[in-house]
């Protein structure tokens, strides 16, 4: 089966311009999170999807972030404006249910100028 | 606060030697327990996990956990440490009230193994 699959998976942009990354989940997978490791420090959950709809949002940094998860299958999670502080590696997973270990994607690294 | 704490940031062993990497959480009760390994360019693999049960698990690649929970310590070992195992590794914890089963990650811990 594929795993999580994360795109792209290296974005350089200068700040004030917007990025978009996606994520793809196991299929069949109805949680999915982001999680966001900025440099030196440890990774941070972000948001939690059941489906298309947000269960956790508490992890989102502010409202330069819009997560989305249309028809409760890939799942996008859009920056505007990008700031400096934004820069990292944003971690997506997935898991089939609630108490299963969730499955990693290889990360988008981004870098904000 | 709670919080999960992997003491020490960067490792160093031989190649053939044993490896004991530390995790402690301070949670009330017992969380769900996982060690993640990130080798370069990768992602996140998991390698073991602790819900309840037997407190010594098995994972994969050689790696073992022990669960002690009167040290709140969930500590990853390997008897015999491989090069391709330098990596970084990480703690994670569900804890036990989340609704979300989101996890909550210790720093990492990087493993540099000498030949």
């Known amino acids: 089966e594929a795993g999580v699959t994360q795109f792209p998976s290296h974005s350089v942009i200068e700040k004030g311009q917007t990025v978009t990354l996606r994520c793809d989940p196991i299929?069949?997978?109805?949680?999915l999170y982001w999680y966001r490791r900025v440099m030196g420090k440890e990774i941070k959950f972000l948001l939690h999807?059941?489906?298309?709809?947000?269960?956790?949002e508490s992890g989102m940094p502010n409202n330069r972030f819009l997560a989305e998860r249309t028809g409760g299958t890939y799942s996008t999670l859009k920056v505007q404006p990008a700031e400096l502080e934004d820069s990292g590696v944003y971690f997506c997973?997935?898991?089939?249910?609630?108490?299963?270990?969730?499955?990693f994607g290889d990360g988008t690294r981004l870098s904000i100028l | 606060a709670q919080s999960v704490t992997q003491p020490d940031i960067h490792i160093t062993v031989s190649e053939g030697a044993s490896l004991e990497l530390r995790c402690n959480y301070s949670?009330?009760?017992?969380?769900?327990l996982f060690w993640y390994v990130q080798s370069p360019g990768q992602g996140l693999q998991l390698l073991l996990k602790?819900?309840?049960?037997?407190?010594l698990v098995q994972g994969i690649k050689g790696f073992e956990a022990e669960f002690k929970r009167s040290q709140s310590s969930f500590n990853l070992r390997k008897p015999s440490v491989h090069w391709s195992d330098a990596a970084e590794y990480f703690c994670?914890?569900?804890?036990?009230?989340?609704?979300?089963?989101?996890?909550?990650f210790g720093t990492g811990t990087r493993l540099k193994v000498l030949a």
């Open positions: 994670a914890v569900v804890p036990p009230t989340s609704g979300t089963y989101k996890y909550i």
């Open positions: 999807f059941v489906k298309e709809s947000k269960q956790d």
């Open positions: 602790y819900f309840s049960g037997d407190t």
């Open positions: 997973a997935s898991s089939q249910g609630l108490n299963q270990p969730q499955h």
């Open positions: 949670y009330g009760a017992t969380p769900y």
């Open positions: 299929s069949g997978h109805d949680n």
